[in-house]
């Protein structure tokens, strides 16, 4: 999870820079945009680890964990606006999450990096953190995709026992695509 700020005056930039969303962008393409936005954008972020996930799932909801974490981020930036993509699919519901974690100062909305240049700013640094540690995961257990649950190599990762240990630390227990596919595989044995 990410936050970007930038100075108005680099609004010309930042829209160059930002006019897709980062899953658009191959991965050269949001590292060369990073690369520029970095001049003059500043960027926070924090990594949610399958660990935390876990840790925390039995007594709080993904959205809960997601809004606590960015309501964090956002105590950081002092001025300026706050405009967040959020995880909810209604405003009020996100709105009550976050202000229950302390942010009250902030605009949302359902797939704002595609709306606002500065969301998709913090969409490419929060893409190639995600890439990174993809990579990193890689180099110690094997290839297993994406991580992504639409991913056909991914969901055979998982479907397959010793890869599936290896993959254990690093993958969240209630998680939809897992469960999916655990109840796949008892109706093909």
């Known amino acids: 999870m990410c936050s970007a700020f930038c100075d108005r005056n680099n609004e010309k930039?930042?829209?160059?820079?930002?006019?897709?969303d980062s899953k658009q962008l191959s991965?050269?393409?949001?590292?060369?945009?990073?690369?520029?936005?970095?001049?003059?954008?500043?960027?926070?972020?924090?990594?949610?680890s399958a660990a935390d996930l876990n840790r925390l799932m039995p007594d709080m909801s993904l959205n809960d964990i997601e809004a606590k974490a960015m309501a964090d981020l956002s105590k950081h930036i002092r001025e300026g606006d706050l405009m967040i993509d959020m995880p909810d699919r209604y405003a009020w519901t996100f709105r009550k999450r976050m202000e229950r974690f302390g942010a009250n100062r902030f605009e949302a909305e359902h797939k704002a990096d595609e709306t606002y240049p500065i969301v998709a700013a913090a969409s490419i640094c929060a893409k190639l953190t995600r890439d990174a540690k993809i990579e990193q995961i890689r180099s110690q257990v094997g290839d297993f995709g994406s991580g992504y649950p639409s991913d056909p190599k991914t969901r055979t990762a998982l479907m397959d026992k010793p890869m599936r240990e290896k993959l254990k630390p690093f993958v969240r227990e209630r998680w939809k695509t897992l469960e999916n596919l655990k109840q796949r595989k008892l109706f093909e044995e």
Do not use: D, G, N, T
Request: glycine share 0%.
């Open 13 to 20: 930039a930042l829209k160059r820079l930002c006019s897709k």
């Open 27 to 48: 991965a050269r393409q949001r590292e060369e945009a990073y690369s520029e936005l970095k001049k003059f954008c500043s960027f926070r972020w924090v990594e949610i």
